[in-house]
């Protein structure tokens, strides 16, 4: 399995962006998958993340503000990011679960793109 995220980048706080999530080697609609997200110094926390029923939650942080969705025709997924803050500048990371809860655990993971919101 192989996830490539892109999208990424700097933007002045108030702006937007949209990160995609390119997977391949695995049937993509029947899992769930998510976004997490690492500043430096701090631990890898849960942003978002949507079942293969596309049920969805969101970290407190980012509710409002961010929106997860699949195109599971394009084995996409995305995260759009609307009213950035500074403090939303970290490391983005996909994830696919092991399964279509989004409960279950993690298997496999992206390689990450930086955010970086400028104030």
């Known amino acids: 399995v192989q996830l490539v995220e892109s999208g990424g980048g700097l933007v002045q706080a108030g702006e937007s962006l949209r990160l995609s999530c390119a997977a391949s080697g695995s049937i993509f609609s029947i899992y769930a998958m998510g976004w997490h997200r690492q500043a430096p110094g701090r631990e890898r926390e849960l942003v978002a993340r949507i079942s293969a029923g596309d049920s969805t939650d969101y970290a407190d942080s980012v509710k409002g503000r961010f929106t997860i969705s699949r195109d599971n025709a394009k084995n996409t997924l995305y995260l759009q990011m609307n009213s950035l803050k500074p403090e939303d500048t970290a490391m983005y990371y996909c994830?696919?679960?092991?399964?279509?809860?989004?409960?279950?655990?993690?298997?496999?993971w992206g390689q990450g793109i930086q955010v970086t919101v400028s104030s």
């Open positions: 994830a696919q679960r092991r399964s279509g809860s989004s409960y279950s655990p993690i298997n496999y």
